[in-house]
C-alpha cells in the first residue's frame, strides 16, 4: 500500500536552533497533506494543511512564522520549527490523502518525535 | 466535521469481538464516518470508513445507524496487536482534514 515516510524520526536540539522534519509519499502524489502535533496521553491536534505550489493554511493558534511549511514537490512537504523552545517538544505526524487509490483514506507517516532542550 | 464522542477507554478479551461505538448525531449528510487506530508511539492507521451501509474489510466491520447519528466499530476476534486508541471521525472524505476527537483507548487483555 501506500507509504508515507518522515525524516528524521527522532530530533534533539537546543533551544533557539530551528529543526526540519521531512515528509515524503513514497509512491503517489500527494497535492496536498497535512501535520499534526501530539503532546503526550492527548489526542493529534491539526496544525496546518499544506498545498503543493501554494501556501499552507493554518489552524487557529498555529504560528505560521514559527512552523513554517514548504511543500515543493508533489511528494515533498517540510515542516521547520523556527526558534525552538522546550514548549515546542512533542510528536509531529503528516498525512497525506491518496484519492487515486483503491481506498478513500489518509496515509499517515511513522512521526517524528522532536525535544528541545 | 461533525463532532464525535467515543468512551475513553474500554477492555476486551483476547479472541473475543470488541465493539467500540461512537455518536455523531450532528452528522451531515455528506460526511462519511471514518476509524483510525494509534498504537503507541507511531503515525494512526486507516481502518475503515462508511456513509449508509454498513461496511467489513479485512481489519473490522462498521455499523451504521439508519439515522447515522452512531456508529460501531467491530474487530471480530481482537488480538493483543489490537490494543491501540481508536479516532472515530466524521468527515467530508479523504482530502479533507482530519479533526481528531479523545478516541478511545482499547485494551485488549490476555
Known amino acids: 500500500g501506500a507509504v508515507v515516510s518522515q525524516h528524521p524520526s527522532r530530533v534533539i536540539c537546543k533551544s533557539g536552533t530551528s529543526v526540519k522534519i521531512e515528509c515524503r509519499s513514497l509512491d503517489f502524489q500527494a497535492t496536498t497533506m497535512f501535520w499534526y502535533r501530539q503532546f503526550p496521553k492527548q489526542s493529534l491536534m491539526l496544525m496546518a494543511t499544506s498545498n503543493e505550489g501554494s501556501k499552507a493554511t493554518y489552524e487557529q493558534g498555529v504560528e505560521k512564522d514559527k512552523f513554517l511549511i514548504n511543500h515543493a514537490s508533489l511528494t515533498l512537504s517540510t515542516l521547520t520549527v523556527t526558534s525552538a523552545h522546550p514548549e515546542d517538544s512533542s510528536f509531529y505526524i503528516c498525512s497525506a490523502p491518496n484519492p487515486t487509490g483503491s481506498r478513500d483514506e489518509q496515509y499517515f507517516g511513522p512521526g517524528t518525535r522532536l525535544t528541545v532542550t | 466535521d461533525a463532532k464525535t464522542t467515543q468512551p475513553t477507554s474500554m477492555d476486551c478479551a483476547e479472541g473475543r469481538a470488541a465493539n467500540l461505538p461512537c455518536n455523531h448525531s450532528?452528522?451531515?449528510?455528506?460526511?462519511?464516518v471514518y476509524w483510525y487506530r494509534q498504537i503507541h508511539s507511531q503515525g494512526p492507521q486507516y481502518i475503515i470508513h462508511g456513509l449508509k451501509n454498513n461496511e467489513t474489510n479485512e481489519m473490522a466491520s462498521l455499523i451504521i445507524t439508519e439515522d447515522r447519528k452512531s456508529s460501531t466499530l467491530i474487530l471480530p476476534h481482537a488480538t493483543l496487536r489490537d490494543t491501540a486508541v481508536y479516532y472515530c471521525i466524521a468527515t467530508g472524505g479523504a482530502t479533507n482534514k482530519l479533526i481528531f476527537g479523545t478516541g478511545t483507548l482499547l485494551a485488549v487483555q490476555p
Open positions: 450532528t452528522i451531515s449528510g455528506n460526511e462519511y
